[in-house]
């Protein structure tokens, strides 16, 4: 059973639509916790003032009757209380202003680059669209996914490990790291890089600039044999590495170790094999980041994600207008600071929606029964693989 995400919708539309299919009948709708998570990515010292006139809330216009999935297509929705607003220029039945036009593309955005591609002179006609707005409905989407994976003991966690040259530390096989980041206002663990990220982001905002980080994202429960080593796409470190790249502003994902894996020796890389009756396989690293030959091996999943600053500056950089060609200063739309902190609530979206799309493959099911009973035959073979 194939799991499909697919979002619509713009950042000054109506509202931001998301669409699944894959999702067997019978799973329950968890309201609060999707809204939740809505919240969270709204979250993060640096967000701009979009976020005080958004309250992001799910509706569900199909797919569900009487609280579980019928197995059909499931569509949410996510209203933009902003449209108000931008009605006047973002209608989509004919040209009434051209107030809102934008003309001098921002370097780092997607405005030149989606404006050459479709013959637009107007960017607006590309930015709406490739707005980190559109990530409001993968989340919706993940809190689908997370209340499947929740039902089998997988749960997913993040924190930011840097913004800036910052750096925050946090040992990822420690279960701390999330509840440390979810009392701070920027998502570190670690309180005295809190402090100093602070007050980079306050001298960014001053400077008219914005800053980029990292932050990593850890899934825990993850049984072995997700994904595949013979299909190419279906490599489960394949389909992380398209997820999170798809993310606004990702321009580099690692899993595990990461490019570190490079610099050491093979001795120094590979987890060794143990074996107990009580854990079975197991083992006391985890450099691999839980996935090897493109399958999980039931290790935590660890992925880190790196986000470049965010183009819209206060102080914008040189452009050239695509109406007449005279140079000037880029656009400037408002905007975020730093968004690192909401990136890693998105990047646990796109983890739990990937995970949960291998899981359906390995235990595919019309109803969440039978889902649970092909993971518990495959639970028990496991757990009895030297008696067999």
């Known amino acids: ?92 039945k004919d040209e009434s202003s051209s107030k809102k036009k934008v003309t001098l593309p921002r370097p780092g955005h997607a405005d030149l680059a989606g404006a050459l591609k479709h013959g637009f002179r107007d960017c607006r006609r590309a930015l709406e669209r490739t707005s980190a707005r559109e990530t409001a409905g993968r989340v919706a989407v993940g809190g689908l996914s997370r209340t499947l994976l929740n039902r089998f003991g997988i749960e997913i966690v993040s924190w930011v490990t840097g913004i800036g040259q910052l750096k925050a530390s946090c040992n990822s096989e420690s279960d701390d790291c999330q509840e440390l980041a979810d009392k701070s206002p920027v998502r570190v663990p670690d309180g005295e890089a809190e402090r100093k990220i602070l007050e980079e982001i306050e001298g ?19 049984p072995p044999g997700l994904g595949s080593y013979s299909n190419p796409g279906k490599k489960l470190d394949a389909r992380v590495g398209a997820g999170f790249m798809s993310i606004p502003a990702i321009k580099s ?94 990047g646990e979206a796109e ?19 039978e889902v649970r009973e092909s993971f518990e035959r495959y639970s028990e073979r496991l757990e009895n693989w030297f008696e067999g």
Not at 49 to 60: A, N, T
Not at 274 to 288: K, L, M, P, V
Not at 359 to 368: I, N, Q, S
Request: hydrophobic content about 35%; overall charge negative; some cysteine.
């Open 1 to 92: 059973m194939k799991v499909i995400v697919k979002t619509a919708g713009e950042s000054h539309g109506k509202g931001i639509m998301a669409m699944v299919e894959g999702f067997p009948s019978g799973l329950k709708f968890d309201e609060d916790l999707i809204n939740e998570q809505l919240f969270r990515r709204q979250g993060g010292y640096g967000r701009g003032g979009r976020m005080e006139i958004e309250k992001d809330e799910v509706e569900v216009l199909s797919g569900f009757y009487q609280g579980e999935s019928l197995g059909t297509p499931i569509v949410l929705w996510i209203k933009n209380r902003d449209w108000e607003n931008w009605e006047e220029f973002m209608s989509p």
């Open 351 to 369: 983890l739990a929606n990937i995970v949960a799309g291998a899981f359906l493959d390995k235990f595919a099911g019309d109803t969440m029964d």
């Open 253 to 346: 994902v690692e899993i595990g170790l990461g490019k570190g894996a490079g610099s050491k020796r093979g001795s120094e890389v590979h987890d060794e094999i143990y074996h107990e009756d009580e854990t079975g396989f197991y083992r006391d690293s985890n450099e691999a980041g839980g996935i090897e030959g493109g399958i999980s091996n039931g290790e935590k999943l660890r992925v880190k994600a790196t986000m470049k600053p965010i183009p819209t500056l206060g102080k914008p950089l040189h452009s050239v207008d695509l109406t007449d060609g005279e140079e000037g200063e880029a656009a400037k739309e408002r905007s975020d600071v730093c968004a690192v902190p909401a990136a890693s609530v998105v």
């Open 204 to 222: 960014a905002k001053a400077d008219g600039d914005s800053l980029g980080g990292s932050f990593e994202v850890v899934a825990s429960g993850v």
